[in-house]
């Protein structure tokens, strides 16, 4: 079992910035591509950004720009970086993860607990 525990997050006013991280917890044998989605109420959870294992990046283009994705193998963490948010990126902000726990088994995904993004206009 995998578990993936976020922090950072909170309330910031418009133009701020907030920086997210997730480690991952548990067995692991490997890691494949992490990244981070949201929810905003009323919408369907949507990708934020992604990082896969060699490094290559895949953003939204509602956040290119403003945000950067980037991972520490080693601490098997992956952080968000958001500047100049706006009131449109409240949402609740979930980690996701792929990981095999042996080499046995295929690559499973996890999400983290999410944490709410609240920018104040």
């Known amino acids: 079992q995998v578990q993936l525990v976020e922090s950072g997050g909170g309330l910031v006013q418009a133009g701020g910035s907030l920086r997210r991280s997730c480690t991952a917890a548990?067995?692991?044998?490997?890691?494949?591509?992490m990244g981070w989605y949201r929810k905003a109420p009323g919408k369907q959870r949507e990708l934020v950004a992604d990082?896969?294992?060699?490094?290559?990046?895949n953003y939204a283009d509602s956040v290119k720009g403003r945000f950067t994705v980037s991972r520490d193998n080693a601490k098997k963490t992956v952080y968000l970086q958001m500047n100049s948010l706006k009131p449109e990126d409240t949402a609740v902000y979930y980690c996701?993860?792929?990981?095999?726990?042996?080499?046995?088994?295929?690559?499973?995904?996890?999400w983290g607990q999410g944490t709410q993004v609240t920018v104040s206009s």
């Open positions: 990082i896969g294992s060699g490094g290559n990046t």
């Open positions: 548990g067995i692991i044998f490997s890691i494949n591509t």
């Open positions: 996701k993860g792929d990981f095999r726990t042996s080499r046995f088994f295929s690559f499973y995904t996890y």
